[in-house]
């Protein structure tokens, strides 16, 4: 009897365990702590644990918050889409209220965590997730632009670990903020290609000319030529503190170049799978450049 109840009990926990990493979707969330702790790394003369894990768990709140927020504000529509019916809230596995109650919880503790490494950086945090909630998500179903807002809180994690651990704003995390926010665009629009029809459904318009045409994918290619500029930029000496050397910008730049054959591949074929690509390699370019930029500094 006693392991019977033991069992449901692991069972209950285990499904309220998953549902709140679906309200603070997780691998979003961890994705953006770890470009949090790659800007802290850079702009660090002296890495500080206790830092470290106040950022990460400071990163985590904030963006679980904003997320939070998000599906409550869009419950509705969640519930229309075929990617999106299952989460908590549409499901009926969690109430709104419950939901709030995270997202405030949540809130609080980010920000607090966050100020104790530097008003600054509480600052840009609570920008992030204001932008986030009450700018870019009202703005998804009104117009495209919504990428272009959404893209500012997408951009700052990177930027907010150099803020982190540095207490400054300058030139190095504007180059940091830039590297991400032009990402943003080729990431999002590829991923807004293959979900345009289960976006449409929830009256969201994510492609910037509206379809899935050569229009959306000539600009893909344009902010991805941006996003290669802006990766380079430190190997030429005029981003502060912000170095990188000859070889690893020849890495970052060959990364680029790659991610931009997938979007020319999605010019020419226009279709689902070469969007899929596109995004995947968005994704390993990311995460692969802030490693190398990384390693560039400590070798």
Known sequence: MKSAIGTIKNSNLSLVLNDFKEITKVRLAVSVVFSSI??????????QWSAILLLAFGGYCMVGASNAFNQVIERDLDALMKRTQNRPIPAGR??????????????????????????????????????YTSVYTPLKTKTPLSVFVGAIPGAIPFMLGW???????????GTLFMIQFFWQFPHFWALGWML??????????????????????????????????ISVMPVFG??????????AAIIVFLMGLAMLIFAFKLY????????????????????????????????
């Open 94 to 131: 969690m109430s709104v209220n419950s939901a709030m109650g995270i997202a405030i919880v949540l809130t609080l503790l980010g920000v607090l965590s966050l100020y104790v490494l530097s008003p600054k950086t509480a600052m840009f945090g609570a920008i992030s997730i204001f932008l």
């Open 163 to 173: 803020v982190a651990a540095t207490d400054d704003f300058g030139i190095e995390p």
């Open 268 to 299: 020419e074929k226009r279709d689902n799978r070469a969007a899929k690509s596109l995004m995947l390699a968005s994704v390993s370019y990311i995460t692969l450049m802030q490693v190398v930029y990384v390693i560039d500094k400590f070798i």
């Open 196 to 229: 345009d029809e289960d976006y449409k459904k929830g009256g969201f318009k994510m492609l910037p000319t509206g379809k899935k045409d050569t229009g959306t994918a000539l600009q893909i290619i344009l902010y991805t030529i941006w996003m290669i500029v």
């Open 238 to 247: 005029f981003t502060g503190r912000l170095h990188l050397s000859m070889p």
């Open 38 to 47: 790659a800007g802290y790394f850079l702009g660090a003369y002296e890495l």
